[in-house]
């Protein structure tokens, strides 16, 4: 198990330190991996220590050979977990109530947008027909989903999806344009169009945030991810490679800033 402390929140007994356990990395087994939910809840419990209601510690563990001490503590449990002093959450909906319920600040996060919600819940199955399928109609199913999104942030003209300030539902949606991004690229060649521009002015947004770039995997991670999922072999080169993040935007930066 190696220990990545988000260094934002004191350790001085002021606040609760809260323990998020995530998947470690499928290539090296010490970097951040990229399951979804484990970045979600990084992201919630990043934007509490930033505000200093938590500190926060971030544990990735290797689930291709956990450590003993994982397995006598969690049994055949994957993470995410989240520890709060000293009890344990194992499951995602639980992780999510504890956050809204019992993590200080943590009620701040969750807002109600039923819009938003029905919008954003889909999202991600519509991927995962994209790389099983590879077809054209599944790419058109989930370029249409995104444009809904777009859509609604050029009519509402905020920075985030529910106003000015990152919620709970930027925490579940980022991820997920990320891998879209990464891993629709690499096996299907699959691009959010330029034409979003309200979506891309808000992932330009995302991109400047510690929560996000703090808590993303590498797009090595992301793609090995997927390729386990297929059974699809890595190439021994891959575990070499230096890690890269995508964060660019194809449109203007400064068209993008102008917008907002």
Known sequence: ????????????????????????????????????????????????????????KVTTVDMQKPPPDFRTNFEATHPPILIDNGLAILENEKIERHIMKSVPGGHNLFVQDKEVASLIENLYSKLKLVLVRKDEQKSAALRAHLGRIDALLERRGTRFLTGDTMCCFDCELMPRLQHIRVAGKYFVDFEIPTSFRALWRYMYHMYQLDAFTQSCPADQDIINHYKLQQALKMKKHEELETPTFTTSIPVDVNDVSATE
């Open 1 to 56: 198990m190696s220990d990545e402390i988000a260094e934002n929140g004191t350790a001085n007994g002021d606040v609760p330190e809260i323990e998020l356990i995530i998947k470690a990395s499928t290539i090296d087994g010490r970097r951040k991996g990229a399951c979804l939910f484990c970045q979600e809840y990084f992201m919630d419990l990043y934007l509490l220590a930033e505000l200093k209601t938590i500190s926060l």
